[in-house]
């Protein structure tokens, strides 16, 4: 437990933020959730430290994954409850900046636990999960509390999945249930040892190295990784219709389009590409790879590409044409 408190630490790649990739884009998401004042965008990605309480709130509701939480590897977390629940009845996760309370996993503040990882622990966790929030009321980021409530309510309504009965927010100490994971002499020393070699790990990690940039490298962020991770493992159709239509998105290309491609560059993502066949070039979508950002629309000179929420297609994981009229139209102009 003494060696279990590490310092989250929240860095930014500014190469992720569509304000950042282009200067005519409006989203202000960041500082829209930021209660303490402490993230700026008027000359580039800023966040105050000495304002900043560790909220992670501009993590997990940023679309683009400009924030991250350093001292977070939810998909490690998610092993780590998996493992516990098959000792204990109920597994309990919990804030370092809780201090004493019983946890047997402990991250940054829970601000972090977006919809999208609300679903995936619902779906991964076998029994029930219980959120430790007895200690929020007296914390300065309580207003969390509010904020978890509010993204189980949307996750229940917007799925099918049993996010409600899976994950637990348990705000007195009386409605937790929890156990230590119990462990012989060597699983005791095998797990302080683990324990240290990350601490330490993490001690030799503090540098405040600025995150290189790269405004063509195409990467995925977190939130929709979580999303498609689920999507693989769902077996029930119905589950996977609701999870695509209220967490994705679909590009559109009208007839005005004229595969000039701007767009495949300015896509953060790789969501776009090139068609290249013996039809000719085209405009290529895959909406597991698309956050909906919509710069590809931003930044579009002919005013042809759209974004539309939710996706109803067959071919979730794979490319396929989005620009099916304007293809025709400049065929048919061709032949003209």
Known sequence: MALGAAEARISTDRSRCVRMRFNKNICSICTASCRAGAVSIDNGIALDAGKCTECMLCVSECPSGCF????????????????TQNSVAHAVLGCKQAGDREANEKTSCLGFLSEEHLISLAEYLGKPLYLNLTACGACRNSFIVETLKERMQSARTKTSLDVGKKILLAEKTEDLVFEYVSLDRRGFFRALKTMGFTQVAGFLDKSDAAIPVSYTRKRLPLKRDIINTVVR??????????ILRNYAFTVKAGSSCTNCFACIGMCPTGALKIKKDAEGPGLLFNSSLCTGCGLCGDFCPAEAVRVFPGFFGNKYFEHDSCNAEAFTAHAVAGKR
């Open 68 to 83: 991250i939480d350093s001292d977070v590897d939810f998909f490690v977390l998610l092993s780590k409850l998996r493992k």
């Open 233 to 242: 493992k769902l077996v029930d159709g119905n589950a996977v219709t609701d």
